[in-house]
């Protein structure tokens, strides 16, 4: 029933507790060295109720964006269990997210995937979803989920039974009987054990009398609960049910459905008897063996009657068995026995022995003429009869294959006969069932609930039981989210199973009190608050509010009225595992039904009264309740007034009393709850709320200061002080959305600073307060009030100041909201891309954050922006305002930006070239000739876009870069917006960074075009491909576009070698992290290479003699080394010099560079190359020709 901590993949369907087939559960569970698990030796680990939750929603429905709005009474109902619940999913993976208003992104709500299918259905709205629509027709249907059946290890636990029994020779006989299967193993089960009972028994089926066992006098319950002086001897008395009016006339309907479904079932049992002495495996009842043999169909009487009362049932009771004792009841752990013919697998049964000895005398009686051997075995002699029936009527069957079973068969006539024979059970089995047990009775464990003398609770409580609906005994399969969670929970029970209630029948003879007996299901222990995690937590709570879904009220809601128990209602008992937690809810003496609202509202009035005196139980309890409007309106002017008369101590030496700290801290959770959407439209409320805005700030910055930042500092109760930020916390995340309060509390004196290190504090310690501040300082930042500049401005600083590796975790919230923002707000976005390019130099972690965030085509869009045609015209008109010189501020931080993502890798080089930043950095013509050379933090207009197309002069080396430059400057020249850059003289270093990017394009252009497109046709990556030759065109692993391939079959060949390589690559894009330079690259690294060496030879011989000329020993050896040549290519203009060889002993590629170097004729070259953060620097062997 549960699927925590995975995930389900799609066509898996639910993953229920223990999934296999009963019968390889019961064989592995009655093997000889196999017992129920003993319960654990020390306690279990206690769950954080911090702990994640793991029932969640995770699926977005998608929606057509003109599609109509969802409205609850246009909704259709999908799947339901017996609750009625309009949200049912059989898995987690069967609920959605759904835009109730298309065109309203944040209006989500989570809904059932069955229902979201059936409405888009009735509208039309299917082409949107197709497959979460195919996925919610294949969903399970709802179905209820019963209690492993204990008759099954009842039977097996008697050492002297096998149910495996010696088949009868010579005959194949297929039962037709309902649930009858084998169990292959003998059960070793400790002939004691006694199971907990959990089957539900109908009104009908409960046992009219009671004969009780007690020992120790238990059913003397006292309020004193005074031990005897002396044991109480054992005694017997007898009880009787006693129902409730409602009750007994569901019985009688009850009983009447039972007798009504009997006699209009005409179908019976049997068993076909085919003659086997072809000896076909695969058999069937349809398809039977010949030729020359007939079929016969032994035809059982009508099954009996299924038992309609319990005369009587057995109860034994001890005083040392207690399981807990309140003010007016005791409960006791007993054995209850009760019949076996309760349990599915004790109904009425045929023997098959004696249905064959049967059928063989019929034979012997219709065809006295035919001669057998009695001595044989009893399914030879009917093969005989069987074939001399086939001999006389002289059927000729015929050969044919069942392709719809891919099974051999042949078709022969089957004849019908009835026998007489007996139904057994437990108690009438015949001699051949000596190894079945004739006991009627077992044993089995309920839950014995006694009150003390004069109490009625008991009674009322058995009265409630006799009135709840039946969906509260009922498990069923799936989820549902129970209003007001939002969140899915498991359909279990709600309520133990009812086993009926007793009084001591009167003239007893017994003097003296005697309690009243309510039986009850065992449902386990009460629960443990702080041990249970928030999925546990949601699921209690979901039990009670199905309860008051039904119009009931508890009365009683206390953890010890919440009971566990370990293991899926449906699990054999040795498969139950103690991390799977099933909870009830106990106890109902005080429930009742009726209206819960008018109920809750009647409590409050009655509380509003003791919380204007300061109660804080009764704050408590209205805290609860805030979230209704009319609660709210007059729970407010109580907290105003005990807010306004408990102002913030000033330093943390100010003693606190607790009271009046819990007094606020009651207070604000009424305000965090209270104060929502649908109350802030009230002008009353604003107004009351904005007059409580600047005291609230005053609470939050001290119990942030003292509490959260220095812990231990202040007097009073710190658990206090942490309730007391959060409950500010959340009432500050909602107010930190509307503009008035959102002003007083900006402009609130330090505010700024306190909430800044608050979330530094929460992202790097706190985790609870972490969300509620996050979202007080994005609401914020998206702000335009008056004040939010300074605010921000204040918060930027506090973050500069702030230890690095804090600040590097926190300022990662502000990437989502940055990429939101428009362009317009220019303040805004230089504060930020400021604080973005400071943590970009500071954290890798946050910087391939960035990368990965589309972070490159974003800047690139936003310097578009600023280039737009509104900015030239304010250009043209030659004012100076600060927008202008915000703007180029923007471009002087949205390049640094750009030039530290280049110095990651040349991919987003190549992606903000495909983002047009050539054509943007062409249209700043204005913003260079105007504010080119004048001072923008932290370079020049100008030096940023010359160090920009450096940067882009320096990825030429691989071929993405090239191909977009290529691109690029073929626009630029149709645009015809390059000229004002060509006529930069050299001596510029702008006009000459543009000149000789041009200049490396051509030739590494020409490169490419002549050395490298024939090559990439030659060289398949499979190292196994023996074609040789030029192909037409390889084709690219499509995971990673990274290897090439000349068919599908070297794609195959190669996949082992190449996965792990692929998944690396595809990870590394996808989290923004370098990617290597691929087999192509680097040959066409090695081709540039060859062709810078070929068009430098004048001035590599020049360095050549240079370095001889300095180092004359050289010519005295004997074998002198070659010379290696240094190409740097990290910087514009290419940078090359001239080494000995004996410099680059350390490399281990040396010696055979060397060797071939010697043989080849061919250039060690030690290259530099642009390589994401650290350079790449190798030798290798070039050939120029």
């Not at 070929?1094 to 050549?1104: F, G, H, S, T, V």
């Given at each position: 029933?549960?699927?925590?901590?995975?995930?389900?993949?799609p066509?898996?369907?639910?993953?229920?507790?223990?999934?296999?087939?009963?019968?390889?559960?019961?064989?592995?569970?009655?093997?000889?060295?196999?017992?129920?698990?003993?319960?654990p030796?020390?306690?279990?680990?206690?769950?954080?109720?911090s702990?994640?939750?793991?029932?969640?929603?995770?699926?977005?429905?998608p929606?057509?964006?003109?599609?109509?709005?969802?409205?609850?009474?246009?909704?259709?109902?999908?799947?339901?269990?017996?609750?009625?619940?309009r949200?049912?999913?059989?898995?987690?993976?069967?609920?959605?997210?759904?835009?109730?208003?298309?065109?309203?992104?944040t209006?989500?709500?989570r809904?059932s995937?069955?229902?979201?299918?059936?409405?888009?259905k009735?509208?039309?709205?299917?082409?949107?979803?197709k497959?979460?629509?195919?996925?919610?027709?294949?969903?399970?249907?709802p179905?209820?989920?019963?209690?492993?059946?204990?008759?099954?290890?009842?039977?097996?636990?008697?050492?002297?039974?096998?149910?495996?029994?010696?088949?009868?020779?010579?005959?194949?006989?297929?039962?037709?009987?309902?649930?009858?299967?084998?169990?292959?193993t003998?059960?070793?089960?400790?002939?004691n054990?006694?199971y907990?009972?959990?089957?539900?028994?109908?009104?009908?089926?409960?046992?009219?009398?009671?004969?009780?066992?007690?020992?120790?006098?238990?059913?003397?319950?006292?309020?004193?609960?005074r031990?005897?002086?002396?044991?109480?001897?054992?005694?017997?008395?007898?009880?009787?049910?006693?129902?409730?009016s409602?009750?007994?006339?569901?019985?009688?309907?009850?009983?009447?459905?039972?007798q009504?479904?009997?006699?209009?079932d005409?179908?019976?049992?049997?068993?076909?008897?085919?003659?086997?002495?072809?000896?076909t495996?695969?058999?069937?009842?349809?398809?039977?063996?010949?030729?020359?043999?007939?079929?016969?169909?032994?035809?059982f009487?009508?099954?009996?009657?299924?038992?309609?009362?319990?005369?009587?049932?057995?109860?034994?009771?001890?005083?040392?068995?207690?399981?807990g004792?309140?003010?007016h009841?005791?409960?006791?752990?007993?054995?209850?026995?009760?019949?076996?013919?309760?349990?599915?697998?004790?109904?009425?049964?045929v023997?098959?022995?004696?249905?064959?000895?049967?059928?063989?005398?019929?034979?012997?009686?219709?065809?006295?003429?035919v001669?057998?051997?009695?001595?044989?075995?009893?399914g030879?002699?009917?093969?005989?009869?069987?074939?001399?029936?086939?001999?006389?009527?002289?059927?000729?069957?015929?050969?044919?294959?069942?392709t719809?079973?891919?099974e051999?068969?042949?078709?022969i006539?089957?004849?019908?006969?009835?026998?007489?024979?007996?139904?057994?059970?437990?108690?009438?089995?015949?001699?051949?069932?000596?190894?079945r047990?004739n006991?009627?009775?077992?044993?089995?464990l309920?839950?014995a609930?006694?009150?003390?003398?004069?109490?009625?609770?008991?009674k009322?409580?058995a009265?409630?039981?006799?009135?709840?609906?039946?969906?509260?005994?009922?498990?069923?399969?799936?989820?549902?989210?129970?209003?007001?969670?939002?969140?899915?929970?498991?359909i279990?029970?709600v309520?133990?199973?009812f086993?009926?209630?007793?009084?001591?029948?009167k003239g007893?003879?017994?003097?003296?009190?005697?309690?009243?007996?309510?039986?009850?299901e065992?449902?386990?222990?009460?629960?443990?608050?702080?041990?249970?995690?928030?999925?546990?937590?949601?699921?209690?709570?979901s039990?009670?509010?199905?309860?008051?879904?039904?119009?009931?009220?508890?009365?009683?809601?206390?953890?010890?009225?919440?009971v566990?128990?370990?293991?899926?209602?449906?699990?054999w008992?040795a498969?139950k595992?103690?991390?799977?937690?099933?909870f009830?809810?106990?106890?109902?003496?005080?429930?009742?039904?009726?209206?819960?609202?008018?109920?809750?509202?009647?409590?409050q009035?009655?509380?509003?009264?003791?919380?204007?005196?300061?109660?804080?139980?009764?704050?408590?309890?209205?805290?609860?309740?805030?979230q209704?409007?009319r609660?709210?309106s007059?729970?407010?002017?109580v907290?105003?007034?005990?807010?306004?008369?408990?102002?913030?101590?000033s330093?943390?030496?100010?003693?606190?009393?607790?009271?009046?700290?819990?007094v606020?801290?009651?207070?604000?959770k009424?305000?965090?709850?209270?104060f929502?959407?649908?109350t802030c439209?009230?002008p009353?409320?604003?107004s009351?709320?904005?007059?409580?805005?600047?005291?609230?700030?005053?609470?939050?910055?001290?119990?942030?200061?003292?509490?959260?930042?220095?812990?231990?500092?202040?007097?009073?109760?710190?658990?206090?002080?942490?309730?007391?930020?959060?409950?500010?916390?959340?009432?500050?995340s909602f107010?930190?959305?509307?503009?008035?309060?959102?002003?007083?509390?900006?402009?609130?004196?330090?505010?700024?600073?306190?909430?800044?290190?608050?979330?530094l504090?929460?992202?790097?310690?706190?985790?609870?307060?972490?969300?509620?501040?996050s979202?007080?300082?994005?609401?914020t930042?998206?702000?335009?009030?008056?004040?939010v500049?300074?605010?921000?401005?204040?918060?930027l600083?506090?973050?500069?100041?702030?230890?690095?590796?804090?600040?590097?975790?926190?300022v990662?919230?502000?990437?989502?909201?940055?990429?939101?923002?428009?362009?317009?707000?220019?303040?805004?976005?230089?504060?930020?891309?400021?604080?973005?390019?400071y943590?970009?130099?500071?954290?890798?972690?946050?910087?391939?954050?960035?990368?990965?965030?589309?972070?490159?085509?974003?800047?690139?869009h936003?310097?578009?922006?600023?280039?737009?045609?509104?900015?030239?015209?304010?250009?043209?008109?030659?004012?100076?305002?600060?927008?202008?010189?915000?703007?180029?501020?923007?471009l002087?931080?949205?390049?640094?930006?750009?030039?530290?993502?280049?110095?990651?890798?040349y991919?987003w080089?190549?992606?903000?070239?495909q983002?047009?930043l050539?054509?943007?950095?062409?249209?700043?013509?204005?913003?260079?000739?105007r504010f080119?050379?004048?001072?923008?933090?932290?370079?020049?207009?100008?030096?940023?876009?010359?160090?920009?197309?450096?940067?882009?002069?320096?990825s030429?080396?691989?071929?993405?870069?090239?191909?977009?430059?290529?691109?690029?400057?073929?626009?630029?020249k149709?645009?015809?917006?390059?000229?004002?850059?060509?006529?930069?003289?050299?001596?510029?270093s702008?006009?000459?960074?543009?000149?000789?990017?041009?200049?490396?394009?051509?030739?590494r252009?020409?490169?490419?075009?002549?050395?490298?497109?024939?090559?990439?046709?030659?060289e398949?990556?499979?190292?196994?491909?023996?074609?040789?030759?030029?192909?037409?065109?390889l084709?690219?692993?499509?995971?990673c576009?990274?290897?090439?391939?000349?068919?599908r079959?070297?794609?195959?060949?190669?996949?082992?070698?190449?996965?792990?390589?692929?998944?690396?690559i595809?990870?590394?894009?996808?989290?923004?992290?370098?990617?290597?330079?691929?087999?192509?690259?680097l040959?066409f690294?090695?081709?540039?290479?060859?062709d810078?060496?070929?068009?430098?030879?004048?001035?590599?011989?020049?360095?050549?003699?240079?370095f001889l000329?300095?180092?004359?020993?050289?010519?005295?050896?004997?074998?002198?080394?070659?010379?290696?040549?240094?190409?740097?290519?990290?910087?514009?203009?290419?940078?090359?010099?001239?080494?000995?060889?004996?410099?680059?002993?350390?490399?281990?590629?040396?010696?055979?560079?060397?060797?071939?170097?010697?043989?080849?004729?061919?250039?060690?070259?030690?290259?530099?190359?642009?390589?994401?953060?650290?350079?790449?620097?190798?030798?290798?062997?070039?050939?120029?020709?």
């Amino acid at each position: 029933m549960q699927n925590d901590g995975k995930l389900e993949e799609p066509g898996r369907g639910m993953l229920v507790g223990n999934s296999k087939k009963a019968n390889n559960i019961v064989s592995s569970q009655l093997n000889d060295a196999t017992e129920p698990l003993p319960p654990p030796e020390v306690a279990l680990p206690r769950v954080s109720i911090s702990s994640a939750k793991k029932r969640v929603v995770r699926y977005i429905w998608p929606r057509d964006p003109k599609g109509p709005a969802m409205t609850a009474g246009q909704l259709s109902h999908g799947k339901v269990a017996g609750n009625k619940l309009r949200n049912w999913g059989a898995t987690l993976n069967d609920f959605y997210w759904v835009q109730r208003i298309p065109e309203a992104p944040t209006g989500l709500t989570r809904m059932s995937g069955s229902r979201l299918a059936a409405w888009m259905k009735e509208i039309g709205e299917v082409e949107h979803a197709k497959k979460e629509i195919e996925w919610s027709e294949a969903e399970d249907q709802p179905r209820e989920v019963f209690p492993c059946d204990v008759g099954r290890l009842l039977e097996d636990r008697n050492p002297s039974i096998f149910t495996l029994r010696r088949p009868l020779e010579h005959v194949d006989v297929f039962s037709s009987t309902e649930g009858e299967e084998k169990i292959l193993t003998q059960a070793r089960h400790p002939e004691n054990k006694a199971y907990t009972f959990q089957q539900r028994i109908p009104f009908h089926l409960l046992p009219k009398k009671l004969i009780v066992h007690d020992d120790g006098g238990t059913l003397r319950v006292s309020k004193d609960d005074r031990p005897f002086s002396r044991r109480p001897p054992k005694k017997i008395h007898v009880y009787r049910l006693h129902l409730s009016s409602h009750a007994k006339e569901r019985a009688v309907r009850q009983r009447a459905v039972v007798q009504k479904k009997h006699a209009a079932d005409n179908s019976a049992g049997g068993m076909l008897f085919v003659s086997s002495s072809l000896e076909t495996t695969n058999l069937s009842p349809s398809s039977c063996v010949g030729p020359n043999s007939e079929a016969i169909f032994a035809k059982f009487p009508k099954e009996p009657e299924p038992p309609l009362s319990t005369p009587e049932a057995h109860l034994y009771l001890s005083s040392e068995r207690i399981i807990g004792r309140g003010h007016h009841s005791a409960v006791y752990s007993a054995e209850w026995e009760v019949p076996r013919i309760w349990l599915p697998s004790f109904r009425p049964r045929v023997c098959e022995q004696c249905a064959s000895l049967a059928v063989l005398e019929k034979f012997k009686k219709d065809m006295p003429d035919v001669e057998v051997d009695e001595t044989e075995y009893i399914g030879t002699q009917i093969s005989k009869f069987l074939f001399e029936m086939a001999r006389r009527s002289a059927g000729e069957g015929f050969m044919h294959e069942d392709t719809s079973k891919t099974e051999m068969g042949y078709a022969i006539p089957v004849r019908e006969t009835d026998i007489d024979v007996q139904w057994q059970g437990p108690g009438t089995y015949c001699k051949h069932e000596t190894r079945r047990s004739n006991k009627t009775t077992f044993r089995t464990l309920v839950s014995a609930k006694l009150s003390i003398k004069h109490d009625d609770h008991l009674k009322q409580e058995a009265k409630n039981y006799q009135k709840f609906p039946a969906h509260f005994f009922q498990h069923w399969n799936g989820y549902n989210i129970v209003p007001p969670l939002h969140d899915p929970t498991p359909i279990g029970a709600v309520v133990p199973q009812f086993y009926g209630y007793y009084m001591p029948e009167k003239g007893d003879g017994d003097q003296g009190y005697l309690s009243p007996i309510l039986l009850l299901e065992d449902c386990g222990t009460p629960i443990d608050v702080e041990a249970l995690d928030i999925d546990d937590r949601q699921e209690c709570a979901s039990m009670l509010f199905r309860f008051h879904n039904e119009g009931w009220l508890h009365g009683s809601v206390f953890p010890r009225n919440i009971v566990m128990q370990h293991g899926d209602i449906q699990d054999w008992p040795a498969y139950k595992r103690h991390s799977d937690r099933r909870f009830r809810l106990i106890d109902f003496g005080r429930s009742e039904k009726g209206d819960t609202t008018m109920e809750s509202w009647t409590a409050q009035q009655l509380l509003m009264r003791f919380a204007r005196e300061g109660s804080v139980s009764a704050l408590a309890v209205l805290a609860a309740h805030a979230q209704d409007a009319r609660v709210f309106s007059e729970i407010l002017p109580v907290v105003c007034n005990h807010i306004s008369h408990n102002p913030a101590p000033s330093t943390a030496e100010y003693p606190i009393s607790d009271t009046s700290l819990v007094v606020v801290v009651r207070c604000f959770k009424v305000l965090s709850r209270g104060f929502n959407k649908e109350t802030c439209q009230d002008p009353g409320f604003g107004s009351a709320v904005a007059v409580l805005c600047p005291r609230a700030c005053e609470w939050l910055m001290f119990s942030i200061r003292h509490y959260l930042l220095n812990p231990g500092t202040v007097i009073g109760d710190d658990s206090l002080g942490n309730d007391l930020i959060s409950a500010l916390t959340s009432f500050f995340s909602f107010i930190s959305e509307i503009p008035p309060l959102l002003f007083i509390m900006v402009n609130h004196p330090g505010f700024a600073r306190t909430i800044t290190e608050a979330w530094l504090f929460a992202f790097k310690h706190d985790h609870q307060v972490r969300d509620h501040v996050s979202h007080i300082i994005t609401s914020t930042s998206k702000s335009t009030e008056p004040g939010v500049e300074q605010w921000k401005t204040e918060h930027l600083h506090t973050l500069e100041t702030s230890p690095l590796d804090v600040v590097s975790i926190t300022v990662d919230n502000i990437v989502a909201s940055l990429q939101e923002t428009q362009a317009v707000r220019w303040m805004f976005l230089e504060s930020n891309l400021t604080m973005m390019i400071y943590c970009f130099s500071i954290s890798t972690t946050l910087r391939y954050r960035y990368l990965a965030s589309d972070s490159v085509p974003w800047t690139c869009h936003l310097m578009r922006h600023i280039c737009s045609h509104r900015m030239m015209e304010r250009m043209s008109q030659d004012q100076d305002d600060i927008e202008l010189r915000l703007g180029t501020s923007l471009l002087c931080l949205s390049s640094e930006y750009l030039m530290n993502a280049f110095y990651e890798n040349y991919t987003w080089v190549a992606q903000a070239l495909q983002c047009h930043l050539l054509q943007t950095l062409m249209r700043c013509q204005p913003f260079v000739e105007r504010f080119g050379d004048a001072d923008n933090a932290p370079h020049t207009l100008k030096g940023t876009f010359t160090a920009v197309i450096n940067k882009i002069n320096t990825s030429l080396l691989y071929r993405p870069v090239i191909r977009q430059v290529r691109k690029a400057l073929d626009r630029i020249k149709c645009l015809e917006v390059s000229g004002w850059i060509d006529s930069i003289p050299e001596s510029d270093s702008l006009g000459l960074a543009w000149t000789q990017l041009k200049k490396a394009v051509a030739s590494r252009w020409n490169t490419r075009h002549y050395h490298v497109s024939e090559q990439d046709n030659l060289e398949c990556m499979n190292d196994e491909c023996t074609r040789t030759g030029m192909y037409d065109s390889l084709m690219c692993c499509a995971g990673c576009y990274w290897v090439y391939y000349c068919s599908r079959k070297c794609q195959k060949a190669s996949w082992l070698s190449h996965k792990e390589e692929c998944q690396d690559i595809r990870t590394k894009r996808r989290t923004g992290r370098p990617i290597p330079p691929s087999h192509r690259d680097l040959e066409f690294i090695r081709e540039v290479v060859s062709d810078d060496i070929q068009n430098q030879k004048i001035r590599i011989d020049a360095l050549k003699k240079q370095f001889l000329k300095k180092h004359p020993s050289r010519k005295k050896k004997r074998f002198p080394l070659p010379l290696v040549l240094e190409m740097n290519y990290r910087d514009v203009p290419l940078e090359i010099s001239v080494s000995s060889m004996d410099k680059y002993r350390y490399e281990h590629s040396w010696q055979y560079l060397l060797d071939e170097s010697l043989l080849t004729g061919g250039a060690i070259v030690h290259l530099s190359l642009p390589w994401g953060p650290d350079d790449l620097e190798h030798l290798d062997l070039v050939y120029a020709e």
